[in-house]
């Protein structure tokens, strides 16, 4: 007898130890795809990851958005952030972050709550404030440079 079982034509396999493979028969993780993949959010917003790429991609497209602005958070606000390596309590597992509960303090909307409450930091969502402040960090590079002139 199979270890797993297999639903309509192959595509979705369930194995007993837990495991579910789209796209595989030999799922090795929890949910394992074989090909591109999608999640849908936000009335058509989405991630997914395609052949030819080695990440998730955000949606981003103008035809989506409205009432787009500048931001006017930046090197202000990172200045104020403590990056952090720390170990997951239950795996041991090394890794470098954020504390929720400060980022919380200084940049409230990159922060969520799990349906458990845990909070979580959406570090996406921080890119463009980095971005910024590369940017205003790089107006004070070219006055400097101006004034050695």
């Known amino acids: 007898m199979s270890d797993y079982k297999q639903s309509i034509f192959n595509s979705v396999i369930h194995t007993k130890s837990g495991n579910v493979g789209i796209g595989t028969t030999t799922p090795q993780y929890n949910l394992d795809i074989f090909g591109s993949a999608r999640i849908l959010h936000m009335k058509g917003a989405s991630m997914f990851v395609r052949k030819g790429f080695t990440g998730w991609m955000t949606t981003s497209d103008i035809r989506m958005k409205k009432n787009v602005q500048n931001i006017d958070r930046g090197l202000e606000d990172l200045i104020h952030l403590r990056p952090v390596t720390f170990e997951w309590k239950e795996s041991e597992e090394k890794k470098l972050g954020f504390i929720a509960q400060e980022v919380m303090e200084v940049l409230p909307?990159?922060?969520?709550?799990?349906?458990?409450?845990?909070?979580?930091?959406n570090t996406n969502d921080m890119i463009p404030i980095l971005v910024k402040a590369i940017q205003e960090l790089n107006v004070k590079v070219e006055l400097l440079a101006n004034m050695k002139k």
């Open 109 to 121: 909307e990159l922060v969520g709550k799990s349906d458990n409450d845990m909070l979580a930091v």
